[in-house]
């Protein structure tokens, strides 16, 4: 099982602009202080093991994306939320995984012109689909043709074992 492609979000930057805080994002994840960080955490391992390691992290790091939602606080203020995805399938350790998600979540994301944010790991929790990375009102799901709802159980496939018939039909991160 891979881990999710949603990493975390962003919230109060003073921008619309995913380019702005892309770049910052990459500023941020390549900086010394990330490099120091994953050198440590491969440190204990061989070298062609350590080498491998910091190649997949690399390419990680460069499959990074934003996705900007239309968030807003009290009286319709706009407050943009940027959501930050990595393609977790180059990372196959879940703990790693873990420890490096953990990392990039708890950095500071700053730049003139937008302002200064330390983010969180944040999940909303979308009642129609499950998913985490956008709350209930920007749920893509109703808009596809043919759902029905959280409860059609022709257009959405079924867990089997132990756990109930609606819970958790989407994993974390869920891209379509």
């Given at each position: 099982?891979?881990?999710?492609?949603?990493?975390?979000?962003?919230?109060?930057?003073?921008?619309?602009?995913?380019?702005?805080?892309?770049?910052?994002?990459?500023?941020?994840?390549?900086?010394?202080i990330?490099?120091?960080?994953?050198?440590?955490g491969?440190?204990?391992?061989?070298?062609?093991?350590?080498?491998n390691?910091?190649?997949?992290i690399?390419?990680?790091?460069?499959?990074?994306?934003?996705?900007?939602?239309?968030?807003?606080?009290?009286?319709?203020?706009?407050?943009?939320?940027?959501?930050?995805?990595?393609?977790?399938?180059?990372?196959?350790?879940s703990?790693?995984?873990?420890?490096?998600?953990?990392?990039?979540?708890?950095?500071s994301?700053?730049?003139?012109?937008?302002?200064?944010?330390?983010?969180?790991?944040?999940?909303?929790?979308?009642?129609?689909?499950?998913?985490?990375?956008?709350?209930?009102?920007?749920?893509?799901?109703?808009e596809?043709?043919?759902?029905?709802?959280?409860?059609?159980?022709?257009?959405?496939?079924?867990?089997?074992?132990?756990?109930?018939?609606?819970s958790?039909?989407?994993a974390?991160?869920?891209?379509?």
């Amino acid at each position: 099982m891979t881990c999710p492609s949603f990493l975390f979000a962003i919230k109060g930057l003073h921008t619309n602009s995913e380019d702005l805080v892309e770049k910052c994002i990459q500023d941020t994840w390549n900086n010394d202080i990330t490099t120091q960080f994953i050198q440590n955490g491969v440190a204990p391992m061989g070298k062609k093991e350590r080498d491998n390691a910091i190649r997949s992290i690399q390419k990680f790091k460069d499959s990074m994306w934003t996705e900007l939602l239309d968030t807003k606080g009290e009286g319709g203020i706009q407050k943009p939320t940027f959501n930050m995805y990595a393609n977790s399938e180059l990372i196959n350790d879940s703990n790693a995984w873990s420890n490096i998600r953990t990392h990039l979540a708890g950095r500071s994301y700053h730049n003139s012109k937008f302002g200064h944010r330390q983010n969180t790991i944040t999940l909303n929790h979308c009642g129609p689909c499950h998913g985490v990375d956008h709350p209930r009102g920007l749920c893509p799901f109703p808009e596809i043709d043919g759902w029905k709802g959280p409860g059609d159980t022709n257009t959405i496939p079924q867990r089997t074992g132990r756990y109930p018939r609606n819970s958790g039909r989407f994993a974390p991160g869920f891209r379509f």
